[in-house]
């Protein structure tokens, strides 16, 4: 029988047991910082009914979605009526409005689970990937200090993964429509076509920007481009950046609206403990997506601006417009954890170092002793320990090879003669040394030396 090349299907990841331990603790960092801010866990289906998924207008992203059909279906020519979902967002607004009168509002939901798009796949954009979301969802209206609280998550989980310096940069959407107002956009699709460039300011440069602003779907003169770009470029404090809006003369009632939103905001998070370096009051901060209203959100890493936004989002109106009558505003940011995780174990700033959690290796000196192997580990398991026994009877250098490979740290030793004497051998193998203790102290040593500690 001809043997079928083991490998993995275009633009989906996977990791060795190694990486996958230091993602599954970059997992729970997410989680545990979520839940500390009151979040809920919701999961919901990894399909959904197609005509259920893609009633948003989705444009380009429903060309990516992946339909579902079982071989049974496609032999007797049905046409598929589920599809996979491709953002965590959709089915978030199919489920508060299918569970609508059985949540509490405002309903605080965190959702941690794969996504799928059919989209060519490319570095650092695969077509299977988690995406870690939070959003506060609220029941006609939802305050702006939800708004502030979703910076102070982002500050506390990036500073937990250890990474360097970043910044959460803020920005208003009706702020933005409403300066693109004074400086004379005043219709819908004008303004459109200038936030679609003014979001390129970062990855094309003004002069390029400035050159498309001149162009007849925007329209502006050359004078009044120089000074929207001065406006949304400069570099200022964030104190500076709010006076500098503050003191501008005729400003559109939806400008100074959003002013006071940005304002209330950013007063929010300093006070939530967000240092003033961590955060950037950023007027060219768009985010793609249409259905932001109000507060948006893109992250960076300083010293690393090529790897882009780390964690975006923002402040929508309406979630669940599609599903129900009733107006659900909410607020939330997504962390896409497949890719900033391979980034960042890359660039070696989140280190995979040990291929197991095993904190215990019990080693087989003597096959007849297997079940006081065996009693020992679930004594130490029963004191919160993770215990490994040796089972194959292989000579014990190769069992402590096992154990540096994996990166286990200590190793019991108890053979016929240490059984006799109620002893046995605790191997510190990080350190290369060795102890001698009674049996009857080996928990209270190991707990000592802060093993089973998260």
């Known amino acids: 029988m001809a043997l079928t090349t083991p490998r993995l299907p275009p633009g989906t990841v996977e990791w060795l047991p190694k990486e996958q331990l230091a993602f599954q603790k970059f997992l729970r960092t997410i989680q545990n910082t979520y839940e500390s801010f009151g ?16 009633t948003k207008e989705g444009g380009e992203t429903e060309k ?12 007797q020519g049905h046409e598929p009526d589920l599809a996979m979902r491709f953002d965590l967002t959709v089915p978030l607004a199919r489920y508060v409005a299918q569970h609508e009168h059985e949540l509490n509002f405002p309903f605080r939901r965190y ?10 796949p490319q570095r650092g954009r695969e077509r299977e990937f988690y995406q870690c979301d939070i959003d506060v969802i609220g029941k006609d209206e939802l305050a702006l200090g939800y708004d502030a609280e979703l910076p102070a998550i982002i500050y506390r989980i990036f500073t937990a993964l250890g990474l360097p310096r970043f910044q959460i940069q803020i920005n208003n959407r009706k702020l933005l429509k409403g300066l693109l107002e004074k400086f004379g956009l005043d219709t819908p699709e004008r303004q459109t076509a200038a936030l679609h460039e003014i979001d390129r300011l970062d990855k ?11 162009e007849p779907e925007v329209g502006l003169t050359e ?28 400003a559109p009632a939806l400008l100074t609206e959003g002013l006071g939103e940005l304002r209330k ?23 793609g997506l249409d259905y932001y209203t109000g507060t948006v959100y893109e992250t960076l890493l300083v010293d690393d601006p090529a790897l882009g936004s780390i964690c975006s989002g923002g402040r929508y109106e309406n979630l669940a417009g599609h599903y129900t009558k009733s107006k659900l505003p ?38 007849a002793l ?61 350190k290369t040394e060795q102890e001698e203790l009674p049996l009857s102290q080996l928990t209270a040593r190991l707990q000592a030396l802060g093993v089973g500690l998260p």
């Open 39 to 54: 979040f809920v866990p919701v999961e919901t289906p990894v399909f959904e009914l197609k005509d259920v998924l893609l």
């Open 111 to 120: 959702q941690m689970q794969k996504v799928y798009r059919g989209e060519r």
């Open 223 to 250: 004078d009044t481009a120089i000074a929207l770009l001065q406006l949304m470029n400069s570099v200022r404090s964030n104190e500076e950046t709010l006076g500098s809006l503050a003191g501008l003369n005729n």
């Open 330 to 367: 909410g607020v939330g940011i997504s962390i896409g954890a497949t890719r900033l995780f391979g980034q960042l174990l890359e660039r070696g700033i989140i280190k995979a170092e040990r291929a197991s959690r095993t904190d215990v290796l019990i080693v087989q000196l003597d096959t």
């Open 370 to 430: 297997l079940p006081d192997y065996f009693a020992l580990a679930s004594e130490l398991r029963s004191a919160g320990l993770n215990v490994e026994v040796y089972v194959d009877a292989h000579k014990m250098g190769k069992q402590l090879k096992y154990a540096d490979r994996a990166g286990i740290p200590y190793a019991v030793i108890m053979g016929s003669d240490e059984k006799a004497k109620g002893t046995i051998t605790l191997k510190h193998l990080l």
């Open 204 to 214: 094309i440069g003004a002069e390029k920007v400035k050159a498309a602003l001149l």
């Open 64 to 75: 990516q979605v992946y339909l579902v059909q079982s071989t049974g279906g496609r032999a």
């Open 265 to 287: 905001v950013y007063d929010g998070v300093r006070a939530l403990g967000v240092p003033d370096e961590a955060v950037r009051l950023n007027l060219s901060t768009v985010r």
